[in-house]
């Protein structure tokens, strides 16, 4: 039975804002030191933490969104503002270095990074609330289509937990050069999904056709 292609769309847009390749150095560098037992229980704790995250701003966003007076079609025009945002970010090279200093601020090496910087800002950041919003409360969802898109997103952070269980073979195999491509890749792709959440925001608001 083939996968419908929303779904296709959904995993394709929260892998490329969430940037499981981007995210395998800096698990690396932030567990530096550590045992392959403590870095794999900081792996799961991160990607749970992330979950729950996400899962909450799925569930609960629009209702959240509706109590502070905000539409959907105005929500959706800004979150793909800020998504496309972030994809100039990752064309331009800034966002790698953001994450590094965000990566920078975790107070020590022994310290534990699953909740901060992993779990958020590095995995469950804005743009990735923002995106679980728009995929949720697209129009005509039901609660098979919101069921289906948390789904989707677990599947993202199993992809994330794999390549943290593999980050240092990763790195070692891209090096610097590989992760820089697939970024700059990732980022084309999330400008183009970006400028089509603006466009369903202005259907939404009927200035689109």
């Known amino acids: 039975m083939p996968i419908p292609a929303e779904y296709i769309t ?27 037992r403590r870095r794999r229980a900081i792996a799961l704790r991160a990607c749970a933490t992330a979950a729950v995250l996400l899962t909450l701003f799925g569930l609960f966003g629009e209702t959240l969104l509706e109590f502070v007076g905000i539409s959907m079609p105005a929500f959706r025009i800004a979150g793909g503002l800020l ?29 534990d990074p699953s909740v901060f910087p992993l779990a958020t800002p590095l995995i469950a950041g804005p743009g990735a609330m923002a995106t679980m919003i728009l995929l ?4 005509g969802a039901d609660w098979q289509t919101v069921l289906a898109m948390h789904g989707v997103m677990l599947a993202v952070l199993l992809v994330v937990l794999a390549l943290f269980f593999a980050g ?15 970024t700059r890749l990732l980022g084309m792709l999330l ?12 259907r939404g608001f009927g200035l689109a056709g």
């Open 191 to 202: 400008a183009a999904l970006s400028v089509q959440f603006v466009l369903d925001g202005l």
């Open 136 to 139: 949720a409360g697209a129009p």
């Open 83 to 111: 998504l496309f945002l972030t994809a100039l970010e990752m064309l331009f090279e800034r966002r790698g270095k953001r994450r590094e200093g965000q990566a920078q601020g975790a107070e020590e090496p022994d310290d």
């Open 168 to 182: 240092g073979l990763l790195e070692r195999a891209l090096g610097p050069t590989g992760i820089n491509v697939v």
């Open 10 to 36: 959904a995993f394709v847009t929260l892998f490329v804002v969430i940037d499981p390749i981007g995210l395998a150095p800096l698990f690396v560098a932030l567990t530096a030191g550590m045992d392959g």
